[in-house]
């Protein structure tokens, strides 16, 4: 019983979190659209005013300030939410089926990541942002497109009519540091006399 309402409070409390950030988007979403060209320091300086202005009403603690800074800037100038998981190191894929179902490998194993677009149209948004990127395009009537983000890493976009369950995109990552050649040969990827020649 006790624990069923730690996690409805857990429950909660993540809602409420979410519900923060949207608060936070729209409001700097509101004054950015009074400016015609912003730079990342003015836009940060935006961010940390309205942070500033709705810890007032909604107290917070620094490392929550941190956290939705981080979030925001992501939100407007990276890849949304999946920038946090481009940046762990531990994980090799990102495979996003709708806006709804992330999925993440780390270390071989597939699971389900915890955090979701809010909704189609922010996903598209990062999908348009990747493929503009590398000069590309994608949309229904070319549904389909292959690119590569800044480090290397190789993307792979499905959209609607070919994918049924919404927008699909795959994210390769590379290793931080190369496979070298033995871990190849302990591998057995490549025997010792090939590895020679």
């Not at 500033?52 to 100038?77: I, Y």
Request: aromatic share 4%.
């Amino acid at each position: 019983m006790k624990d069923e309402r730690m996690k409805c409070l857990e429950t909660a409390g993540a809602k409420e979190k979410v519900m923060q950030e949207e608060r936070c988007r729209r409001d700097v979403l509101q004054r950015i659209g009074q400016e015609e060209e912003i730079d990342d320091d003015r836009l940060y300086g935006i961010i940390d005013q309205v942070i500033r202005e709705k810890s007032k009403t909604e107290p917070l603690m620094l490392a929550e300030r941190e956290r939705l800074r981080r979030r925001l800037f992501d939100g407007f100038r990276r890849l949304d939410i999946l920038q946090e998981l481009l940046e762990d190191e531990e994980i090799t894929e990102i495979m996003v089926n709708g806006h709804e179902n992330i999925f993440v490998e780390r270390h071989g194993q597939v699971s389900r990541w915890d955090r979701s677009f809010e909704s189609r149209q922010k996903l598209e948004d990062v999908i348009q942002q990747i493929v503009a990127r590398v000069n590309r395009v994608v949309n229904e009537s070319s549904p389909t497109v292959d690119a590569r983000l800044p480090d290397g890493s190789r993307v792979n976009v499905v959209l609607p009519p070919v994918s049924l369950s919404g927008p699909v995109l795959t994210i390769r990552k590379f290793a931080s540091t190369p496979i070298t050649m033995e871990q190849l040969i302990g591998l057995g990827s490549i025997s010792e006399e090939a590895a020679e020649v």
